[in-house]
């Protein structure tokens, strides 16, 4: 099994960064995909970026050309740059790993962009 464990959230204003971080507690070498997801209040989780072993990357629309996704393997860590943040980016942001077909979650960490 694999532990992650989101650091880096905060509060940030309109146009603000932040990067967040997502440590696993094993090699995330061999561990295909790897992403962040996000959750407002009252709204369902949804994909937010996701980084693949081969290297690719998938944004939703609404981050595109705002966030970039990367993974470190040398460190087991997954990143997620986040510019130009907008209020409707505020949301607690969960990091995902498909480890061996298992779902695994971290605890999640708050961004809140304030206008």
């Known amino acids: 099994q694999v532990q992650l464990v989101e650091s880096g959230g905060g509060l940030v204003q309109t146009g603000g960064s932040l990067r967040l971080s997502c440590a696993a507690s094993r090699s995330i070498f061999s561990i295909n995909a790897m992403g962040w997801y996000r959750q407002a209040p009252g709204e369902q989780r949804e994909l937010v970026a996701v980084?693949?072993?081969?290297?690719?990357?998938y944004y939703v629309d609404s981050v595109k050309g705002r966030f970039t996704i990367s993974r470190d393997n040398a460190k087991n860590t997954v990143y997620l740059q986040m510019n130009s943040l907008k209020p409707e980016d505020t949301a607690v942001y969960y990091c995902?790993?498909?480890?061996?077909?298992?779902?695994?979650w971290g605890q999640g960490t708050l961004v809140t962009v304030s206008s």
């Open positions: 980084t693949t072993i081969g290297g690719s990357t």
């Open positions: 995902h790993a498909d480890y061996l077909g298992v779902e695994v």
